[in-house]
């Protein structure tokens, strides 16, 4: 009798450590760099680590995936820390009935195989491997450790080299008929159409990292702001990081430029907010970072545009999780059934 009571208690401690130690692998691919975790069930970062894609493309950022994949499991073993999923979030869209990816900023991920491709690589340990979206991963993020937790109906605004939106409807991702809904940077916010929003849209070129220099190179263009900065420095090199630090020094171009993109990004949210009334909207992505500033502007913006009790019911606030969002929404992608 005493034997078979010792024998239960250790099976429970065992079944005890298990459940407590239960971790899985996330990884979150940008367009330039990968970043890998080890995370537990409850959100703990356990292992780090964040590599340079130095401009790999195709297989080779398949390899860099298992690589990296192959590591964290070979230490989550010597931890004795079961692994039971691996989470990707990718910059494009994922594909969940064809299984494949689109990526734009990946070479040869034009139409890419990748879930086949992972399980091949990753087959001898028979784990789960799930792909989704960067926005529908950022969402993902803020709901488990972030300013959407709690919360059904939030939307996260990303806004770095392109702009995307990971769109939370009664506590589910939208994801549209073919996997795309979100891709915001499509959004008609002004006329007449040119040609250069064919590739990335109206709202992402005027507005994203990389449409502030744009922007600030059409006004040169037009002989506008000679006295700028910006123009003393060349406009080959300029960043967008060039356009805020001119914005703290008072440079009229810089201030013409980021008005502008307040009044892009103000529309942008009365729209969403007229479409969804979500209870928050949360801004990410590399330019927000710096222009986080704008958040009081970009909301009285919106209220000249959107749907007035919706837009008197909102709030906009900042992403809680920074470059981590993508990272703790693939987290969660891996845990979910």
Not at 58 to 71: K, P, Q, S
Not at 300 to 326: F, H, R, T
């Amino acid at each position: 009798m005493q034997r078979t009571f010792r024998k239960k208690i250790l099976f429970l401690l065992i079944l005890i450590t298990l459940i407590i130690f239960m971790a899985v692998i996330a990884v979150d691919l940008g367009g330039t760099k990968l970043a890998a975790a080890l995370i537990s069930d409850g959100g703990d970062i356990i292992l780090r680590e964040k590599i340079s894609l130095e401009k790999r493309m195709g297989d080779e950022v398949r390899d860099l995936i298992l690589e990296e994949a192959h590591g964290l499991l070979q230490k989550a073993g010597k931890k004795k820390m079961p692994v039971s999923a691996l989470g990707i979030c990718v910059p494009g869209i994922a594909h969940a009935y064809a299984k494949t990816v689109w990526a734009p900023n990946i070479p040869g991920w034009e139409d890419y195989p990748l879930l086949g491709e992972l399980k091949n690589g990753l087959e001898q340990y028979n784990i789960k491997i799930k792909i989704d979206s960067d926005r529908a991963c950022y969402i993902l993020g803020e709901v488990w450790k972030g300013n959407a937790k709690g919360h059904k109906d939030v939307i996260f605004i990303s806004v770095g080299t392109g702009i995307g939106a990971g769109i939370l409807v009664n506590n589910e991702v939208l994801r549209g008929a073919h996997d795309i809904a979100g891709a915001i940077g499509w959004m008609a916010l002004n006329k007449p159409f040119k040609e250069e929003f064919r590739s990335c849209g109206c709202f992402e070129h005027n507005a994203s990292g990389e449409g502030l220099v744009k922007v600030a190179k059409e006004f040169l263009a037009l002989g506008q702001y000679h006295d700028s900065i910006l123009h003393k420095a060349g406009t080959n090199e300029l960043i967008a990081k060039d356009v805020f630090a001119a914005y703290e020094s008072n440079d009229s171009l810089a201030v013409a430029v980021l008005n502008q993109a307040i009044e892009y990004w103000g529309m942008a949210v009365a729209n969403l907010v007229s479409l969804f009334n979500p209870e928050k909207i949360i801004f990410g992505g590399g330019v927000f970072g710096p222009a986080i500033i704008f958040l009081d502007a970009i909301c009285k913006e919106a209220k000249k545009w959107g749907q007035p009790i919706s837009m008197g019911q909102v709030k906009l606030e900042a992403a809680a999780l920074g470059n981590d969002a993508g990272l703790y929404g693939a987290g969660l992608l891996a845990l979910k059934d």
